[in-house]
Nanobody, 124 residues
Framework: QVQLVESGGGLVQAGGSLRLSCAAS????????MAWFRQTPGKEREFVAA????????DYADSVKGRFTISRDNAKNTVYLQMNSLQPEDTAVYYC?????????????????WGQGTQVTVSS
């Protein structure tokens, strides 16, 4: 069982930056593909970014490419999401997710473990 705890959300003006962190419990963090999703009221959870077990492979949603960077530190059992040039449409609850194995997925249904979410609000 893996427990995930996100932090780092908040209120920021358009054009600003935030860095989200997701701390994982357990000794198997390095065997998980990790991802970030986001969700707004009334909408399905949306893929943002994913990172492979060693951190050498990443994937991004088109809407965040060039602005967001996902990274991980397996020694600290933590995955990060650096968000730059934030826009009001980035406003959402951001969730950290993990799945064992090596394959990436952009579907929330494929992830076994989830954090509680952290709110990101971007004002115009």
């Amino acid at each position: 069982q893996v427990q995930l705890v996100e932090s780092g959300g908040g209120l920021v003006q358009a054009g600003g930056s935030l860095r989200l962190s997701c701390a994982a419990s357990g000794r198997t963090f390095s065997t998980y593909v990790m991802a970030w999703f986001r969700q707004t009221p009334g909408k399905e959870r949306e893929f943002v970014a994913a990172i492979g077990r060693s951190g050498g492979t990443t994937d991004y949603a088109d809407s965040v490419k060039g602005r967001f960077t996902i990274s991980r530190d397996n020694a600290k059992n933590t995955v990060y999401l650096q968000m730059n040039s934030l826009q009001p449409e980035d406003t959402a609850v951001y969730y950290c997710a993990g799945r064992p194995g090596i394959f990436f997925s952009k579907s929330a249904r494929d992830y076994n473990y989830w954090g509680q979410g952290t709110q990101v609000t971007v004002s115009s």
